[in-house]
């Protein structure tokens, strides 16, 4: 897996004329499928995209998205090994919205959804 630090070099208003380019590239790590999380820095000085695939296919990918081609940002690639990964607990939230940890948007946490 790789953490890829994309650092600011240009105005937000550049950075943000590219977004749209920089997650549709075909060629990037979002059209490719590498990307697994990502989201920008605070403050907004850049971004972080976790990724996973080989070092050659994400090197490349890097290399085609628009913010780096543009020169609006630059990207430092960082090879890591996960060796933990925290369970899921009640309240640290699941993507559902309520709050409660079961994944069926509820929020009485039993996971029935009713």
Known sequence: MFVIVFKYRAPLETVDALKEAHYTHPEGVFGRG???????????????????????????AVAADPFVTSGAATADI???????????????????????????????GDGDGL
């Open 34 to 60: 590498l990307a697994r999380l990502a989201g920008p820095l605070e403050p907004r000085t850049g971004g972080v995209v976790i990724a996973d695939g080989p070092r050659e296919a994400v090197e490349a």
């Open 78 to 108: 960082l090879g890591f090994r996960p060796v933990f990964r925290a369970a899921r607990t009640p309240g640290a939230g699941n993507g559902d919205g309520d709050g409660d940890g079961d994944g069926d948007g509820d929020g009485d």
